[in-house]
Nanobody
Framework: QVQLVESGGGLVQAGDSLRLSCASA????????MGWFRQAPGKEREFVAS????????YYAGSVKGRFTISRDNAKNTVYLQMNNLKPEDTAAYYC????????????????WGQGTQVTVSS
């Protein structure tokens, strides 16, 4: 069982930046493709970004491309989501996920999930 813990969320103003982290204390995440998803109240969970196990391949949702950057440090067993120029529509709970199936852009492509961290962007 892979246990993932997200951190770094908070309340910020539009235009600010945040960096989310996702760590696993008991599992080497280097063997997994990793992704970030988000879910706003009343909406379905949606894909934000994903990264291959090596870090060579990254994918982004159109709404965040150019503003968000996913990266990983396998030595630290951590995946990051750098979020710049945040907008009110980015407000959501952000979830980290790990995939045994290879890098994916859908919820069904991931096998393990964290509990989420809240990001709130005020206008």
């Amino acid at each position: 069982q892979v246990q993932l813990v997200e951190s770094g969320g908070g309340l910020v103003q539009a235009g600010d930046s945040l960096r989310l982290s996702c760590a696993s204390a008991r599992t080497f995440i280097s063997r997994y493709a990793m992704g970030w998803f988000r879910q706003a109240p009343g909406k379905e969970r949606e894909f934000v970004a994903s990264i291959s196990w090596s870090g060579r391949n990254t994918y982004y949702a159109g709404s965040v491309k150019g503003r968000f950057t996913i990266s990983r440090d396998n030595a630290k067993n951590t995946v990051y989501l750098q979020m710049n120029n945040l907008k009110p529509e980015d407000t959501a709970a952000y979830y980290c996920a790990a995939s045994n199936q290879g890098v994916a852009t859908t919820v069904s492509g991931y096998d393990y999930w964290g509990q989420g961290t809240q990001v709130t962007v005020s206008s």
